[in-house]
């Protein structure tokens, strides 16, 4: 059942609101599993750097044990951002209240994907004398 031009004309009214509410966005951006996983890809990318620097570094003062340490940690932080980018890129995260949206899984009917989706489910759930 679709909404009125009412319920639709609120419901937008509400979705300005919360979107001009700095406090709401930078709350709803702290707890988006997303943005955690591209910080963490920026730090893995500056100790691949850092690595790569004390590698070079390691080769030119003819010190082993330092190349290798960088290389070491030139792996490490490969490894570490792979990880974060598959965790980033889970379909389990998504964003609450932000423009972005997740696909609805295939197969998992019993697994909503939206905010619109559990409204509409909650819609039609309300008691029959509310309407």
């Given at each position: 059942m679709p909404l009125s031009e009412h319920e639709q004309r609120l419901f937008e009214q509400i979705e300005r609101s919360l979107a001009e509410d700095p406090k709401f966005a930078s709350a709803v951006r702290a707890s988006?599993?997303?943005?955690h996983a591209r910080?963490?890809?920026l730090v893995a990318a500056g100790?691949?750097?850092?690595?790569?620097?004390?590698l070079v570094y390691g080769a030119v003062i003819k010190l082993p044990p330092?190349?290798?340490a960088g290389f070491v940690v030139m792996l490490a932080s490969a490894a570490f951002a792979v990880q974060s980018h598959r965790r980033g890129q889970s379909p389990d995260l998504?964003?609450?209240?932000?423009?972005?949206?997740r696909r609805r899984p295939r197969g998992?009917?019993?697994?909503?994907?939206?905010?619109?989706?559990?409204?509409?489910?909650?819609w039609r759930q309300?008691?029959?004398g509310h309407r």
């Open positions: 988006d599993p997303r943005f910080r963490r890809l100790v691949i750097i850092a690595g790569l620097a004390l330092l190349a290798v998504h964003v609450v209240g932000g423009t972005t949206s998992r009917s019993g697994r909503r994907s939206s905010i619109l989706d559990r409204m509409e489910d909650r309300r008691p029959e």
